[in-house]
């Protein structure tokens, strides 16, 4: 088959699949940081503002409730969801970057124009800018501390610095692609969804592991029998994640958790090529250097 033969004998070609996509998601988020001055489109838990919950809502236009409230507050962003459970609406959420309370007064009096709201039927929770900020700075904190813990853990395991670091840039590529496309929805990211892209480095690092562990451990084996016991392996742990990714984005309802399943379903399709090529090609290149440096003379 011919797809078997390209990717047992033009491994090093087919590197430049991932390198092109890891250069493109760099692009992204340096073009989005550049724009916006931050590198993810961050929501209202990461970067401050204010959420109107409003349960059991009378039926309403969201989309023109959306548009009137834009009107009214041109200078601020401002969004409209739907709450929903079992398949039907049980409340709305109005999020804006409004923090003052007095503009939350008008806000949630605009509101009132579209819809009755009594006393007790909805809820205004205010998230600092600066305890936004704040939290932001520590979650990627705790995304570098993760990276190099797990470095630290992949160095002791394997005692080879070049396979730690394959390893590493596999996760990291993963990791920086899916946030590229993630931007690219425009969806944004909240706290929940950066526990989503701590989830899908605990992933990638283990598929990494996995193919690793298989090249550089099974020496009794060929090198494409090593590969491919890994890739059926992975592709299995893949493509059943996959399929529960895909039941519980289609049929969620709640926005938080679709949030974690559109980084986690972008990730898992991005892994094995950071896994299967980049980690695979890297690995197979060091491998047969290290061979051909130990051979007789």
Known sequence: MWVKKVYEDKYKQLLVIPFLLLLFAVIQIGYQYAATGDFVHKGISLKGGSTVTIEQPASADLSELEQLLQQRFPAEEISVRTLGSASRTTGIVVESAIQQEVEIKELVAAIKTRMPLAEGSYTVEITSSSLGGSFFKQTVSALIVSFILMGLVVF????????????????????????????????????????????????SVDTDILLSTRMLKRQNEGMMDRIYGALKTGATMTITTLAAVFVALVFAQNEIIKQIMIILFIGLLVDPIMTYIQNAGLLRMYLEKKTKTNEPR
């Open 156 to 203: 002791f395991y394997f005692r080879t610095p070049m396979a730690s670091l394959i390893v590493i840039l596999a996760a990291l590529s993963d990791i920086i692609v899916t946030l590229a496309i993630f931007n690219l929805t425009g969806i944004k990211l909240s706290s929940a969804g950066v526990a989503a892209f701590l989830m899908l480095i605990g992933y």
